[in-house]
């Protein structure tokens, strides 16, 4: 019997680099506009509290928790989205799946900001608000696994944790574009326009953004869903995936389940953190510390951009020195750093430079996970499972660690009188993440995805 004689490895279908350039931006826009939306939500809560969760002679913690309460729910039908959608895009292509997700997320999005208030229609207005926000978690929960996805597989050599950082980067812009928009809205209006109509504005912004996405989408390139795909070759006649989406026998269930929660895992930091430090921290300090909504907004807006600043580097960082390196550094230094950064910010005797620094230290460790997160998500998953393996990962933990974050802080620290909760859930959940990420190989920024 011969030996088959070896032959070359077949290359991976190359991607045109304006190919990847379109797929780059047109994955990024549609995540712009998903925190764009969740960050004003987050800002407004107090303003969306009195208008839609608390009747005349309610409490406003009261309506303050049931907003987080809605805010939660939705991240609870993010898994439900990134289980349908990230079918829908393993089967039967990306960019259909992505189309679909930014039209569902802009419609919802924009319909909140022509609903009636409580005022207006009663008991019916926080229902129809938490179903649009049903919609938004539904459309969030796809749109993830998605983008990420065609970002990473269409990435040139040895930079996809840079252009997976894009996806992380949109995160900071849309949730700055949010707060800045607020703090805009804030300082030109009085309370009671701001509370009367000025809160819609930001809503109402969602439809011309979301149509622009629509085209950016619609524009890229016909994909094949990863199942049409012939496996790539090697010598021997064996399959493996290359640098692409290629084919290839589907993973065993179990497989998939048990690296969707190592993925929630090596996520849970990043989330937690990332919301206590980017999205409610507002809240917080008007609620709990007396802070003016001007002041609260600045302070969210210094860590957005302590979180903005260090993302494409730390994406960057970890195509040449591996994700498990940066990714720790980031966990460990919010675990340390939490609480003493909070009790700087708590300090009423603290210059206020300080206390900017402070936040924006705390961002700049979440942009450290976050960097080279959605890269390391794609490494976990074949490409046939990878649409619904990292989207279920990413909204799993973001549902639980993320979503109920609002929600835990405010009620805890109501129910307690402890200030510092904030800062002992973000050390926690970090703590965790390390364990988790140290279980990543050093060497997988330099293998080919499956």
Not at 273 to 296: D, E, H, I, K, N
Not at 363 to 371: D, H, Q
Request: with cysteine; charged share 15%.
């Amino acid at each position: 019997m011969t030996t088959p004689v070896p032959g070359p490895v077949r290359p991976p279908a190359t991607v045109r680099p304006d190919d990847a350039r379109r797929a780059l931006v047109a994955g990024s826009v549609g995540n712009f506009i998903e925190w764009y939306e969740f960050g004003i939500y987050g800002y407004f809560a107090t303003v969306i509290a009195a208008q839609f969760f608390t009747p005349e002679g309610g409490s406003e913690v009261e309506g303050l928790v049931k907003a987080y309460a809605s805010f939660a729910l939705a991240f609870f039908f993010r898994p439900v989205g990134a289980a349908v959608f990230g079918r829908f895009g393993d089967r039967v292509g990306r960019r259909p799946a992505l189309v679909v997700v930014v039209s569902l997320m802009t419609g919802a999005t924009a319909m909140i900001g022509l609903l009636p208030t409580y005022a207006s229609i009663g008991a019916a207005a926080p229902w129809i608000l938490t179903l649009l926000r049903i919609l938004q978690g539904l459309s969030a929960g796809g749109e993830f696994g998605g983008a990420v996805s065609v970002m990473t597989e269409c990435a040139p050599p040895g930079r996809r944790g840079r252009y997976g950082a894009w996806q992380s980067f949109t995160v900071a812009l849309g949730l700055l574009a949010g707060a800045a928009v607020a703090v805009l809205l804030a300082s030109v209006l009085t309370a009671s326009q701001l509370h009367g109509w000025g809160w819609r504005v930001p809503f109402l912004l969602t439809l011309p953004l979301g149509l622009v996405a629509l085209r950016l989408r619609l524009r890229l390139p016909p994909d094949e869903p990863p199942s049409a795909r012939p496996p790539a070759l090697v010598p021997g006649g064996r399959a493996e995936g290359g640098a692409g989406p290629e084919g290839g026998p589907r993973p065993r269930p179990g497989e998939t389940a048990r690296a969707v929660v190592l993925g929630i895992g090596r996520m849970m930091g990043w989330s937690a953190a990332g919301y206590t430090f980017l999205v409610v921290m507002p809240s917080y300090l008007q609620s709990t510390l007396g802070t003016t909504f001007q002041r609260a907004l600045l302070g969210t807006v210094l860590a957005n951009l302590g979180f903005a600043a260090s993302i494409l580097p730390a994406g960057g960082l970890s195509d040449r020195i591996g994700r498990r390196t940066v990714m720790v550094a980031g966990a460990l230094l919010v675990t340390v750093l939490a609480l003493p950064l909070l009790h700087l910010v708590q300090d009423p005797g603290a210059p206020g430079y300080a206390k900017g620094a402070a936040l924006f230290a705390a961002g700049a460790g979440v942009g450290l996970m976050a960097g080279p997160g959605p890269a390391m998500l794609a490494e976990m998953f074949p490409a046939r499972v990878r649409c619904t393996g990292l989207g279920l990962a990413y909204a799993l933990s973001n549902a639980v660690f993320s979503g109920c974050a609002g929600l835990i802080i405010t009620e805890v620290v109501e129910r307690t009188g402890n200030v510092d909760v904030p800062g002992y859930y973000a050390a926690a959940t970090c703590a965790v993440s390390v364990a988790a990420l140290l279980t990543l190989r050093g060497d997988d920024h330099d293998r080919a995805l499956r």
